[in-house]
């Protein structure tokens, strides 16, 4: 069982920058793919980032290209999110996630481990 705890969400102004933190613990996340994913007030639950195992492959919504960078060290079993020139859109729950697909995968469903969320909110 893998438990995962976000860390590192807040209150940011427009254009600002945040990083998230997603701490595995219970067992390594050893030959786990990761993802982040977002929920706005109203809307799904959508991709937002993954990352293989090794690092070596990564993944984006258009929507953050550009602008987010996902990241993991394994040796602390943690994985990390760099947001920065934040809109005002980007306001949402960040979920970290854990699937055991060998590539990052855009659906929910494909997960198998949940962290709880971090609240991220861009507003002036």
């Known amino acids: 069982q893998v438990q995962l705890v976000e860390s590192g969400g807040g209150l940011v102004l427009p254009g600002g920058s945040l990083r998230l933190s997603c701490a595995a613990s219970?067992?390594?996340?050893?030959?786990?793919?990761m993802g982040w994913f977002r929920q706005a007030p109203g809307k799904e639950r959508e991709f937002v980032s993954g990352?293989?195992?090794?690092?070596?492959?990564?993944q984006y919504a258009d929507s953050v290209k550009g602008r987010f960078t996902i990241s993991r060290d394994n040796a602390k079993n943690t994985l990390y999110l760099q947001m920065d020139s934040l809109k005002p859109e980007d306001t949402a729950v960040y979920y970290c996630?854990?699937?055991?697909?060998?590539?990052?995968?855009?659906?929910?469903?494909?997960?198998?481990?949940w962290g709880q969320g971090t609240q991220v909110t861009v507003s002036s």
């Open positions: 996630a854990a699937t055991t697909r060998i590539v990052p995968v855009t659906s929910e469903s494909e997960y198998d481990y």
């Open positions: 990352i293989t195992w090794s690092a070596g492959y990564t």
């Open positions: 219970g067992r390594t996340l050893r030959g786990y793919t």
